[in-house]
Every structure is written in structure tokens, then in C-alpha cells.
């Protein structure tokens, strides 16, 4: 009884701390729409006047960004820092444009993503009668807790002054970038959220399920139907609510693929930049090396997100297999049937713009990277030095 109220307890932490990165998006203009309830629904509802506002105070701190940047970058002799400089500049401005882009071209279709994944939970809520208000457990919960830390670290790394200009600068510059890391974050969020419903759903059939199969025996049927009808009920719902699993992750990935794909890129030349400038420059401030580390916990932080997603869409296969023989009801072995040919063509991977498979792999890759980098980074000083 106290590992459940427990789980409960970590649950309701976890919505209140989505609810908190929810108001943070909002607040930086990359979420433009309200969520309200009505009756025992929440609904997401479009908020058109917050919207302008966003576009009009992005495109002034993306301009304003651009303009004092080049002012900035000019005062570095080194050309491979100014290079990275433009680099960043050029990232962050093409990341703001494509939040832009899905704000006022495909806002529609976010909103309609938005309110799927809300009667998604709604529906897993009253399917497994479970009385838990809140979002995923233990893992989630340490997930989402280090993503908030890593979110209040970004206020840590940035040197306000009290000159009116460079404060401005910096601010513009929070604004952008910040902006520009939100689409890290909604990546999170959304394969974190597809992981937890297969997770809650597999939980069900392998734990509730199950036991209503092993009733449809036909020998049994005769004898009482009415758990007969609730299995069948609920097996229906199953396979209803795993196929609409799937179908959401397809939209989220067609609309995040392009984004996914640019953030990776920038935070990586990021790590490089700032590795670059901090070893050359003999600089070992906590927020030159935080920063690259809260940049190397977001990729992490992506990684593990959608490998539990991915983990627990192929645990759904085995499941299936596994209650394909709890019965000889034949009508029960033809969905069964046709579930499992339709499997095989809707594996969740996450494959940005088909060139690399986001996974527990990639996070191998930048750690090599950036070990290999910041090696090569330290022989080249102490040579330098030497010389």
C-alpha cells in the first residue's frame, strides 16, 4: 500500500512539474494555445491574440539577436570562433523560423496532436479504471525532474550587467536561444508521453487482460457470458487504442522530424564551440563547462525518452504473442491475426530525416565526440604553448 501511494505521490510531482515546462514554453512564445477542462475532458484551445504577440516579439529578439551578434562576433580575432559564432547565429535564427513555421502554417494540426494525446490518457484513464491523476511513475519522474534542472541551469550560464545595451543583448539572446532549445524539450515531452501510454497499456493486457482471456474458452461461454463480453470489450479497446498509439507518434514524428534533426545538429556544433573556446581560451568557468554538459544531459535526456518508447512499442508484439494461445475462441485468434501482420509494419523508430536512429547509440556517439574533440583541443594547446 505504500509503494502504490508512492507512485501516486511521484505521479501528481510529475504533472505539476509538466505543468511547470508547459507555462515555460508558454512564457518564451513557443506554445501559443491554452488547455482548459470541460467536463471531465481537457481540451487544448487555440489563443490566435497570444499568438501575434509571439510572432511580433520573436521576430524583433530574432532581429535584434542577429544584428547585436554580428557586432559581438566581430570583436574575436580567431576566425574558428567567429566561424562557430555564425554557426550558432545561423542555427538559432533557422530553429526560431521553423517555430514560426509550425506556430502559424501547422498550428491547426499541432492542436488537433495536442488534443489526441489528451483523449489518448482520458481514454487509458477510464479503460484501466485507474484513479491515478497524474503522468507516468519512477523513471518518468527522475526524467523530468533533471529536465527542469536543466532548464533553471540555462539562467545560471547567461552574465546579466547592468548596462542597458549588453543587458538588452543578453536578453535577446536568452529569448532565441531558449526558443530555439524548446524544440529539445517538446521532443522530450512527446516520445516521453508516447512511452508512458504503451507502458500504462501493455501494463493492462499483461496484468488485467490476460486473466478476461483465459475466460473465453469456449466451453465456458455457455456458462456465463458476461465476462465473455467485457474480454471482448476490452480487447476491442486494446487493439483500438494501440493502433491509435501508433498513429499519433506517426503525426508527431512527421511534424518534429525536420526540427529533431536541426536541434541535434545545433547542439552538438554548440558542445563545439563552447569546448573550443574554453581550452583555447585557458577559461574553466563552471558556466562555460555547465553548459556543456546541460547540452550533453539534453541529448541523454532525448535518448533514454525515446527508448522507452521504442522499448515498450515492441514489448506490444510479445504481449500479443503471448495472448494468442490463452483461448481456442476463433474469433478471438483472427484479430489477434490481423493485429500482429499490421505490427510488423508500424515498429516505432525515430530516424530524423532517415539518416540516423536516435537511441541509447547516438548518446555513445556525441560522448565519443566530444572526447575525441576536446583531446585533440588540449594536444593542440600544449603545443601551442610549446612552440
Known amino acids: 500500500m505504500t509503494g502504490i501511494q508512492s507512485c501516486l505521490n511521484v505521479s501528481r510531482i510529475s504533472k505539476l512539474l509538466l505543468r511547470g515546462v508547459f507555462f515555460y514554453a508558454t512564457f518564451f512564445g513557443v506554445i501559443s494555445f491554452r488547455i482548459e477542462r470541460k467536463g471531465s475532458r481537457l481540451v487544448a484551445i487555440n489563443s490566435r491574440g497570444y499568438l501575434w504577440i509571439c510572432l511580433v516579439i520573436r521576430l524583433l529578439t530574432c532581429g535584434f539577436f542577429g544584428y547585436s551578434y554580428d557586432i559581438w562576433g566581430s570583436q574575436y580575432a580567431d576566425f574558428y570562433i567567429r566561424a562557430f559564432f555564425s554557426l550558432r547565429l545561423y542555427g538559432c535564427l533557422i530553429c526560431s523560423a521553423i517555430i514560426m513555421v509550425l506556430q502559424f502554417w501547422f498550428g491547426e494540426e499541432l492542436l488537433i496532436l495536442i488534443n489526441r494525446f489528451l483523449e489518448l490518457f482520458r481514454r487509458m484513464r477510464n479503460l484501466t479504471q485507474c484513479h491515478k491523476n497524474g503522468f507516468g511513475d519512477k523513471n ?30 543578453v536578453l535577446c539572446d536568452l529569448y532565441t536561444s531558449i526558443g530555439t532549445g524548446m524544440i529539445m524539450h517538446l521532443c522530450f515531452v512527446g516520445y516521453l508521453s508516447i512511452g508512458v501510454l504503451y507502458k500504462d497499456l501493455n501494463s493492462y493486457v499483461l496484468c488485467q487482460l490476460k486473466p478476461q482471456l483465459s475466460s473465453l474458452n469456449e466451453d465456458d461461454i455457455g456458462l456465463n457470458q458476461q465476462p465473455t463480453r467485457e474480454a471482448i470489450s476490452n480487447l476491442n479497446k486494446c487493439l483500438r487504442l494501440y493502433e491509435e498509439i501508433h498513429q499519433v507518434s506517426r503525426r508527431f514524428q512527421r511534424l518534429f522530424n525536420l526540427p529533431l534533426f536541426l536541434i541535434l545538429a545545433q547542439f552538438l556544433f554548440a558542445m563545439a564551440m563552447v569546448s573550443y573556446h574554453a581550452i583555447l581560451q585557458m577559461n574553466y568557468a563552471f558556466n562555460l563547462w555547465g553548459l556543456v554538459i546541460k547540452l550533453l544531459i539534453d541529448v541523454v535526456l532525448l535518448t533514454m525518452s525515446v527508448h522507452s518508447a521504442v522499448s515498450a512499442s515492441r514489448l506490444v508484439k510479445r504481449l500479443s504473442l503471448e495472448n494468442f494461445y490463452v483461448t481456442e475462441n476463433k474469433g478471438h485468434h483472427q484479430k489477434l491475426e490481423l493485429f500482429l501482420g499490421r505490427l510488423h509494419h508500424q515498429e516505432l523508430q525515430v530516424c530524423p530525416l532517415g539518416l540516423f536512429e536516435v537511441s541509447n547509440e547516438l548518446t555513445l556517439f556525441f560522448l565519443s565526440a566530444m572526447v575525441t574533440y576536446v583531446t585533440f583541443l588540449v594536444q593542440y594547446d600544449m603545443q601551442s604553448q610549446q612552440m
Not at 148 to 156: A, E, H, Q, R, Y
Not at 157 to 166: I, K
Open 140 to 169: 518518468e519522474f527522475a526524467l523530468i525532474t533533471v529536465k527542469v534542472i536543466s532548464l533553471i541551469f540555462v539562467f545560471i550560464s547567461f552574465r546579466f550587467t547592468h548596462s542597458p545595451w549588453v543587458l538588452f543583448t
